[in-house]
């Protein structure tokens, strides 16, 4: 039964414009990243077979691009955390995270040969949070489409599913490949939760 009461505005139903903007601008950094960075690289680059963190690596032919990229593609996903009003707190914190995460992964470069420890804590922390905070995130309905229990749960199993192909991968042929398949759907997941909590909220909004 309607009470005749208006229906109060909160604030932690609203998508800051922002966060539009940030989360629109991590998948354009991180493919516009590794793509100029892998056509500043010479003959032998593979990016099927070879890793972004080679990219920004020590001794890459300008190595500044895709450290560049990895930094800015984790200051949008901290930024996105922060406007992404209408997820649960857990879910942002971790989303927050990831790009802080992200952040140290281009600040503990990996060295011209063999491995940095704490690059690679880095890098399994950063996908961890990346891949998991979906399902952290979701709220009861009513809540935006992609905020709800099975949209949230099925986008961290995708996402959990494309970090494991990459971990199978690390001595494979398409380390490179996995790689770029699992940072991208990161990379774009805020994104849709974003854009789809912005048009819900349009649509509730009275006339």
Known sequence: ??????????????????????????????VGGWTLAQWRQPPGYNPVRDTISALAAHGATDRWIMTSALAGLGACHVVTALGLRPARCTGR??????????????????????????HTVAATVAFTALATWPALAWRPRPSPPLLSARPSAAASVVLVGLVVWFAAELHGGERGLAERAAAGAQALWPLAVVVSSRRARHRAAPG
């Open 93 to 118: 914190l971790v989303l927050a995270g990831g790009g802080i995460a992200t952040v140290m992964v281009a600040a503990f470069a990996q060295p011209a040969r063999g491995n940095l420890v704490a």
């Open 1 to 30: 039964m309607d009470s005749g009461q208006p229906v109060k505005s909160d604030s932690r139903g609203t998508v800051a414009g922002w966060a539009v903007v940030s989360a629109g601008a991590a998948p354009l950094v991180l």
